[in-house]
């Protein structure tokens, strides 16, 4: 099993920025990569960029380019998110996840993804 925590959510004004992070523990040795999600209220939850542990690739969904920066150390098992320009569409749960192989589904399908953390809210005001 593989626990995902993240961290640094909150409520910050339009034009601001804002970082989360999300740290991996257990069973890390079997991820493939990580990633991020987010989910408005009554909205699916959307794709915002992953990175895989094996080569760095990195992946952004094609609206979150820009934006939206992943970064992420494979040896901790750490990832990321730092969001710039913040508008007040970017509020959402925001959640970390992380795919162990085999990747039977693009990196951007939430079902590529085993484990999810908790989630971390981000409120945009205007």
């Known amino acids: 099993q593989v626990q995902l925590v993240e961290s640094g959510g909150g409520l910050v004004q339009a034009g601001g920025s804002l970082s989360l992070s999300c740290a991996a523990s257990?069973?890390?040795?079997?991820?493939?990569?990580m990633g991020w999600f987010r989910q408005a209220p009554g909205t699916e939850r959307q794709f915002v960029a992953s990175?895989?542990?094996?080569?760095?690739?990195?992946n952004y969904a094609d609206s979150m380019k820009g934006r939206f920066t992943i970064s992420g150390d494979a040896a901790k098992k750490t990832v990321n998110l730092q969001i710039n320009s913040l508008k007040p569409e970017d509020t959402a749960i925001y959640y970390c996840?992380?795919?162990?192989?085999?990747?039977?589904?693009?990196?951007?399908?939430?079902?590529?993804?085993?484990?999810w953390g908790q989630g971390a809210q981000v409120t945009v005001s205007s």
């Open positions: 996840a992380a795919a162990r192989p085999p990747l039977l589904f693009n990196i951007g399908d939430l079902r590529a993804y085993a484990y």
């Open positions: 257990g069973r890390t040795i079997s991820t493939y990569a």
């Open positions: 990175i895989s542990w094996t080569g760095g690739t990195i």
